[in-house]
């Protein structure tokens, strides 16, 4: 079975600086995707960033970018010049990759952000 | 594009009585869809995964005579809890993968928040 591990229960961050949030991963299968969602205090998960485990860049999307380190199945996300409405719970996932079929996504614990202003 | 909807978004019910909550794709087709519980301040826990046309596919521990899942059509998955007591109070969320698309990609529904009394 797949585990995720978030270390960090809770972390703050002063506006406009940069902030990473820690996760591990632990798995037997060779092809996965990872994610990172966010989940503001609407509830609405929404997709932060996708990395292919097959993939050696690391995955960027605007001000967020990940460090995926395959071999110790870490994969922390960095945010960039913190913003208020970054303030959220931030879910690391785990999904197995299947050719067909659809698999469900394993979440870790989360990790509170609040960014102060 | 790629909306999920859930109704209802909050539900108050008296213990013993079965509430329904509804996971819908609105613009486009989902071959699976997956349902997750929240307790406050806690993860996603996948509780059992839909498939259109088939029986659903329960995790361990989840009851399936208590949560009843059924996966009618393409765009619609509800979610029956039987006879609910306090101890289902939760958030109910759903997600759904688009069929024949990527099946990294899941798109959640805004959840439902369930209270028992």
């Known amino acids: 079975a797949q585990t995720v591990t978030q270390s960090q229960p809770e972390m703050s961050v002063q506006e406009a600086e940069t902030v990473t949030l820690s996760c591990t991963y632990d798995t037997s299968e060779n092809n996965y995707y990872l994610f990172w969602y966010k989940q503001p205090p609407s509830r609405q998960m929404i997709l932060v960033i996708r990395q292919e485990a097959y993939k050696q860049q690391n995955a960027t999307e605007n001000r967020f970018s990940v460090n995926f380190q395959k071999a110790a199945k870490s994969f922390s996300l960095k945010i960039s010049d913190s913003q208020l409405g970054d303030t959220a719970m931030y879910f690391c996932?785990?999904?197995?990759?299947?050719?067909?079929?659809?698999?469900?996504?394993?979440f870790g614990k989360g990790t509170r952000l609040s960014v102060i202003a | 594009g790629a909306v999920v909807s859930q109704h209802p978004s909050r539900v108050i019910c008296k213990s013993g009585t079965s509430v329904k909550i509804e996971c819908r794709s609105l613009d486009f087709q989902a071959t699976t869809m997956f349902w997750y519980r929240q307790f406050p301040k806690q993860s996603l826990m996948l509780m059992a995964t839909s498939n259109e046309g088939s029986k659903a596919t329960y995790e361990q521990g989840v009851e399936k005579d208590k949560f009843l899942i059924n996966h009618a059509s393409l765009t619609l998955s509800t979610l029956t809890v039987t006879s609910a007591h306090p101890e289902d109070s939760s958030f109910y969320i759903c997600?759904?993968?688009?069929?024949?698309?990527?099946?990294?990609?899941?798109?959640f529904g805004p959840g439902t928040r369930l209270t028992v009394l």
């Open positions: 997600s759904a993968t688009l069929a024949g698309g990527p099946t990294d990609t899941q798109y």
């Open positions: 996932a785990f999904m197995k990759h299947r050719n067909s079929g659809n698999t469900p996504l394993v």
